[in-house]
């Protein structure tokens, strides 16, 4: 059973770069046809899709955050990474890792606990 | 791109069906099979329960189901229980190869 556990600040100042960690134990995020994404969601709002990375490091992400996004890997550690620079109070949100259903890239499966994360001063 | 669409509430008795719509363009929902629905619980993680449209993953109760019409989907639960009172999301692959969720539907079990 794959499982998925976010980790990281839970305070992010404004302007900073937000960075968290989804640490992957049960598969390994370099092998096998799989795609391990983002999600985040502001408090009693809906579900963000920021991006996701293929197992072969390439990357697709949400059009309204792609300048400020950026996902990787690190498969010695078993584990993959956001990077969300210039964070304002919108940012502040629970974020999910989830890894995709075998070959797609839309569908996910497996899910972390989440994390959150608040921008403040 | 904006989110799918999705009605903020339903609500239907225990026993009932209740339907969910979701509604997006050509570019997303109307464009292509890659519809789900997640079923999120309070202060839970999201939780697949159907995909390709009307696929339900290895456990999910045959009471839901999915279909499709045009830039619509809809989520269907019959025999309505208890448990099922939880937020609804809808998501589809965009044409960009991204994923666009809905704002979500709030399921309330009378």
């Known amino acids: 059973q794959v499982q998925l556990q976010e980790s990281g600040p839970g305070l992010v100042k404004p302007s900073q770069t937000l960075s968290l960690t989804c640490a992957v134990s049960?598969?390994?995020?370099?092998?096998?046809?799989?795609?391990w994404s983002w999600i985040r969601q502001p408090a009693g709002k809906g579900l963000e899709w920021i991006g996701r990375?293929?197992?072969?490091?390439?990357?697709n992400y949400n059009p309204s955050l792609k300048s400020r996004v950026a996902i990787s890997g690190d498969a010695s550690k078993n584990q993959f990474s956001l990077k969300l620079s210039s964070v304002t109070a919108a940012d502040t949100a629970i974020y999910y890792c989830a890894r995709h259903l075998y070959g797609s890239g839309t569908y996910l499966v497996y899910w972390g606990q989440g994390t959150l994360v608040t921008v403040s001063s | 791109q904006s989110a799918l669409t999705q009605p903020a509430s339903v609500s239907g008795s225990p026993g009932q069906s209740i339907t969910i719509s979701c509604t997006g363009t050509s570019s997303d929902v109307g464009g292509y099979n890659y519809v789900s629905w997640y079923q999120q619980h309070p202060g839970k993680a999201p939780k697949l329960m159907i995909y390709d449209v009307s696929n339900r993953p290895s456990g999910v109760s045959n009471r839901f189901s999915g279909s499709k019409s045009g830039n619509t989907a809809s989520l269907t639960i019959s025999g309505l229980q208890a448990e099922d009172e939880a937020d609804y999301y809808c998501?589809?692959?965009?044409?960009?190869?991204?994923?666009?969720f809905g704002g979500g539907t709030k399921l309330t079990v009378l």
């Open positions: 990375m293929y197992t072969s490091g390439s990357t």
């Open positions: 049960g598969g390994s995020i370099n092998s096998g046809s799989y795609f």
């Open positions: 998501s589809s692959y965009t044409s960009t190869s991204t994923v666009l």
